[in-house]
């Protein structure tokens, strides 16, 4: 589904990623984690082409990203993205929110958009919800509101970019409930998350970064049980902890 | 001791109602112009295409560095003549409100351009990428995203500035153009009466330009609470 061979990408002198290899098939949950800074977070708007990349190649669903004739718009439209900050349209209710792309941009009419979103809050416990504006919902709240937004474009897979780092402890888990239901339910996902608990219950792969390098790539059981890299092993003892 | 005589105002009324009608037209023209070219400008000047982005740039620095009076007495000079050879209109016909207005809208949209620019940038960049990753083209981002937010922070803004613009109308006298301030100094160089008709005038334009100032104060105060 998504592939990407030897990725770099350099902020003027400073290198972020650096020829990054790796791939999520049909169907299966990879989860990115690594120390701050490691270049996680570029590495996944890589993906949809939200940050350009200087060489290699990324594929989704077999359409280049780098590619100059690809319309990224309409790869985005299928691909859908969760960032840790919620993104919600601040000036329009939470209806309004879920249905605006499905209209303008898939071209659906309106109350066929509005009752895929209504759908979709029902799914995510939010029904209730709909007529308000983001600012009055709570953070955790929020975050499920946009994982349905990104739902509701019926994407062929999902990208989540630390989507629980903003929020407050006590809602993390209405996030990851949401996110582990949607990995049962067989959707490709890339997510970069520091929720070690989470990438152990959902998780097929998991891919380690430091310094903008993929330093491991292997299966969630070998990787927890056994990290082959030293810097791997010292990421693991640190956050598993607490 | 100078003895005010109010009596000549009430029959110049009819004129003085005119001539504001000058001004707010040369006013909304040019609010609704400035900030259409001035919201493009902004977006040329924000764009990562360089020459539109020199282009913006050197659009609004040059209309910043150079007196309003001056622009107006260009407009004045050169554009009825331009108008005249491009559109074949008879030669002296009174084309001074057109060129008064042309001239206010140019130099206004330098200021709405900033204005705007500043907006833009208050929108937070995590907004664009999210309407992005939706496969929103850039144009729907602007338009559905952006914008819409930008301008929600930049009334209060825009609103001084219309009050600014309101004022300056005032410099079409020097193109002897019957605004509602060139109104009131005819009407009262004619009566004699030009102390009392001034003070009349200053009090309009205090009336109205103190109203729409408190009416940004309520928005303003308004908008922090949403």
Redesign the interface.
Request: charged share 20%; aromatic share 8%.
């Given at each position: 589904m998504i592939t990407m061979n030897k990725v770099s990408k350099r902020y003027g002198s400073f290198q972020v990623l650096t020829e990054c290899t790796t791939h999520v098939n049909k169907g299966e949950v990879v989860v990115v984690c690594g120390p701050s800074g490691s270049g996680k977070s570029t590495l996944i708007?890589c993906v949809?082409g939200?940050e350009p990349f200087h060489s290699g190649e990324i594929t989704v669903n077999g359409v280049s990203v780098g590619d100059p004739k690809t319309n990224l718009?309409?790869?985005?439209?299928?691909?859908?993205?969760v960032?840790q900050?919620f993104?919600?349209?601040?000036?329009m209710s939470i209806a309004h929110n879920l249905a605006?792309?499905q209209i303008?941009?898939?071209g659906r009419d309106k109350a066929e958009a509005e009752e895929k979103g209504m759908q979709l809050l029902d799914r995510v416990g939010l029904r209730a919800q709909a007529l308000k504006y983001p600012g009055q919902l709570s953070g955790g709240q929020q975050q499920r509101v946009a994982i349905a937004?990104?739902l509701a474009?019926d994407p062929i897979c999902m990208l989540f970019d630390e989507p629980t780092s903003a929020l407050d402890p006590e809602m993390i888990n209405e996030v990851l409930d949401v996110m582990t239901e949607l990995a049962q339910e067989g959707m490709t996902m890339m997510c970069v998350t520091h929720e070690m608990g989470f990438a152990k219950r959902v998780a097929h792969r998991v891919v380690f970064m430091d310094h903008g390098r993929i330093v491991e790539d292997d299966n969630k059981d070998a990787f927890f049980a056994n990290p082959s890299s030293e810097r791997a092993q010292q990421f693991l003892a640190k956050i598993l902890q607490h | 001791m100078y003895e005010f005589d109010w009596s000549s105002i009430p029959g110049a009324l009819p004129f003085l109602i005119q001539g504001m009608g000058v001004s707010l037209e040369i006013t909304i023209t040019a609010i609704i112009v400035g900030i259409i070219w001035g919201t493009l400008l902004a977006m040329m000047r924000l764009s990562s295409i360089k020459p539109l982005s020199w282009f913006a740039a050197g659009y609004v620095n040059l209309f910043r560095a150079i007196p309003l009076v001056m622009v107006l007495l260009w407009f004045f000079l050169i554009v009825p003549h331009l108008l005249e050879s491009i559109f074949g209109f008879p030669r002296g016909s009174d084309m001074r409100l057109g060129s008064a207005i042309t001239g206010f809208a140019l130099f206004e949209a330098a200021y709405y351009s900033e204005i705007i620019r500043a907006g833009i940038q208050s929108v937070p960049k995590g907004q664009m990428a999210a309407a992005n990753a939706l496969g929103m083209t850039y144009g729907q981002t602007m338009r559905l995203v952006v914008l819409p937010q930008a301008f929600r922070n930049m009334v209060p803004l825009l609103l001084t500035q219309a009050i600014i613009l309101f004022q300056d109308t005032s410099l079409v006298y020097v193109s002897a153009l019957a605004d509602f301030f060139g109104t009131a100094a005819k009407v009262g160089d004619r009566d004699g009466r030009l102390v009392e008709m001034l003070l009349f005038a200053g009090a309009v334009y205090f009336v109205i330009c103190f109203a729409v100032s408190q009416l940004v104060r309520y928005y303003q105060k308004k908008l922090k609470t949403a």
């Open positions: 708007k949809n939200l718009s309409k790869l985005r439209s299928h691909v859908g993205m960032f900050n993104e919600l349209f601040p000036h605006i792309a303008k941009v898939l937004r990104a474009m | -």
